[in-house]
């Protein structure tokens, strides 16, 4: 398995524009998160799946910002009307059940977003 | 609220060893664990620990104390390539909550 991947991996926008982020995890995993990470900071949690189905959203998150994970496979992000606030690494990261060892999350290299 | 304290900046040199202290508030918790991550890479995961004690893997061993809302990363025999940013991170429930990190610097 080639880990966790992301695309794309960097992205410029102008501000109001929309964008839409991909995540594939590791097969087998079927937890799922989205982390937002600015610089000189720690990642900050934005949602996370199991399967399908969407178990917690940040409530710092706008409602801007939607996440779906249709299939229980790849995930995708959305971010409407960006801001220049919105410019930031978005991290994916997986794991395995809980009953398998989900307290490990194998993250993806990240989508740099940039809002001009 | 919840928050997670530890250091800015640590520098060391080679062959040293070095420990990274967490203290953490936070309303829930499953466990803490400790990330890696180099410039403009991924966070990796280094350990994690859900009881009180030291967990050893390799170079780096972690510690929890629970009662004492504390943790640290304790990295031996350091290596350039150590150079990097480290994170704790609270589990809480499904999620992670990570500290704002900690850049080692190793010298020759």
């Known amino acids: 398995d080639t880990g966790v991947s992301q695309d794309p991996r960097h992205k410029i926008t102008k501000r109001g524009q929309n964008v839409t982020f991909r995540c594939d995890p590791i097969?087998?995993?079927?937890?799922l998160y989205w982390y937002r990470q600015t610089l000189g900071q720690g990642p900050e949690f934005l949602t996370y799946f199991q399967n399908e189905a969407q178990l917690e959203k940040s409530r710092l998150l706008s409602d801007r910002f939607s996440a779906e994970r249709p299939k229980g496979s790849f995930s995708t992000l959305e971010i409407q009307r960006t801001e220049q606030g919105d410019s930031a690494m978005y991290l994916c990261?997986?794991?395995?059940?809980?009953?398998?060892?989900?307290?490990?999350?194998?993250f993806g290299p990240g989508t740099r977003l940039l809002v001009l | 609220g919840q928050s997670l304290e530890q250091p800015s900046e640590v520098t060391a040199v080679e062959g040293a060893i070095v420990q990274i202290n967490c203290t953490y508030q936070t309303s829930g918790f499953y466990g803490l664990s400790w990330y890696q991550q180099h410039d403009g890479g991924a966070p990796t995961f280094l350990s994690y620990?859900?009881?009180?004690g030291l967990e050893e893997t390799g170079r780096f061993s972690s510690f929890l104390s629970r009662s004492d809302s504390y943790g640290y990363l304790l990295l031996q025999e350091l290596q350039m390539k150590d150079s990097a940013s480290y994170f704790c991170a609270v589990k809480q429930g499904g999620k992670l909550i990570f500290g704002q990190g900690t850049e080692l610097s190793v010298k020759p």
């Open positions: 620990n859900a009881l009180d």
């Open positions: 990261a997986s794991s395995l059940p809980r009953d398998r060892g989900y307290e490990t999350q194998y």
């Open positions: 097969s087998e995993h079927n937890r």
